[in-house]
């Protein structure tokens, strides 16, 4: 790329270097110096990609993701319905449950000697992008509320 300065002659802003052959990168090293510093100056430090990168760990798990992707039709589940539901001990998925909470994927809350949980907004969301469809909301109410019974409460 070369640029003319209003008052001067063209001056090259490319800097290009031979570089051995490698199959999985450029035989030259072309660099656009203006528009790479550019991006570089926007681009976001580590502490602030950080998050989304614990994020992404969280649900690159793919128990995790199984369990995740249990909720969008299931709505609110204690950790005993949400472990039978994927096949695994129930303190396996207590600890994948709160590895999710906490990157915030999802919320929990204590039904008398239950835990419930669900997935966060932000959680349905990103479950459904990575599963390839977008999950439905939220149920706005559980069995418990609908029905004032809890299905765990043995009589």
């Not at 990168?25 to 950080?50: K, N, Q, T, W, Y």
Request: net charge negative; with cysteine; proline share 7%.
């Amino acid at each position: 790329m070369e640029r003319k300065p209003a008052n001067g002659p063209y001056i090259s802003t490319r800097i290009v270097l031979f570089v051995a052959e490698d199959r999985d990168s450029c035989e030259l090293l072309c660099l656009d110096l203006p528009h790479a510093e550019a991006i570089r100056a926007d681009l976001p430090g580590l502490d602030e990609v950080e998050p989304a990168a614990a994020v992404a760990r969280a649900l690159g798990d793919p128990t995790r993701l199984r369990i995740a992707a249990a909720f969008p039709e299931g709505g609110e589940l204690c950790v005993c319905d949400a472990s039978w539901i994927v096949g695994h001990a129930r303190n396996l998925v207590s600890h994948h449950l709160r590895q999710l909470k906490s990157v915030g994927l999802v919320s929990s809350r204590r039904d008398g000697k239950l835990v419930m949980y669900r997935l966060t907004e932000r959680g349905h969301t990103l479950v459904g992008i990575i599963l390839g469809a977008e999950p439905p909301a939220p149920a706005e109410t559980t069995a418990s509320a609908r029905t004032g019974v809890s299905p765990h409460v043995s009589g």
